[in-house]
């Protein structure tokens, strides 16, 4: 029986078109000081290329 990657299931997001969209990393803490446009740069989500064999084996049931 294949299993979730958990860690990996919270960093991406698949759209309905079938797009893979990744969380960008270093936003989690510490970004008081940061300017304004960079801290909403960081909520994006960027575009992820991997390829559907890889995407099954960490996320089996998408």
Do not use: W
């Not at 960093?11 to 893979?20: A, D, I």
């Not at 909403?40 to 960490?58: G, H, P, V, Y």
């Amino acid at each position: 029986m294949l299993k979730t990657n958990k860690s990996l299931k919270k960093r991406l997001k698949l759209t309905k078109r079938g797009k893979v969209l990744r969380r960008k990393p270093g936003q989690c803490h510490f970004n008081a000081k940061e300017k304004r446009s960079k801290q909403l740069e960081q909520k994006r989500m960027a575009n992820m290329d991997i390829k559907k064999k890889t995407l099954s084996r960490f996320l089996p049931y998408k």
